[in-house]
């Protein structure tokens, strides 16, 4: 069963940045598409940015031009670069494949308030 251990959150004022990070226990060369996913309170988890194995990517019109997605497959992580955070984008943020695998990991809070 992979394992997805999600890090990176925490507290910013609005307008600050965060860059969370996934290290998964499987080789990303064996998966074509990761992507992060957040779920805020009261809310259904939604895809947030996805990137594939040749580094095409896409964003939830949400956070474009403010979110990065990135892989690096032989360190099995996957990072989102966060600027420009609203507190609408308080939520957790979790990683996994696209689509997603059946188990979770425990997700990394990100809360953004002044």
């Known amino acids: 069963q992979v394992q997805l251990v999600e890090s990176g959150g925490g507290l910013v004022q609005p307008g600050g940045s965060l860059r969370l990070s996934c290290a998964a226990s499987?080789?990303?060369?064996?998966?074509?598409?990761m992507a992060w996913y957040r779920q805020a309170p009261g809310k259904q988890r939604e895809l947030v940015a996805a990137?594939?194995?040749?580094?095409?990517?896409n964003y939830a019109d949400s956070v474009k031009g403010r979110f990065t997605i990135s892989r690096d497959n032989a360190k099995n992580t996957v990072y989102l670069q966060m600027n420009s955070l609203k507190p609408e984008d308080t939520a957790v943020y979790y990683c996994n494949k696209q689509p997603p695998f059946g188990n979770w990991g425990q997700g990394t809070q990100v809360t953004v308030s002044s």
């Open positions: 990137i594939t194995s040749t580094g095409s990517t």
């Open positions: 499987i080789s990303l060369f064996t998966i074509r598409t």
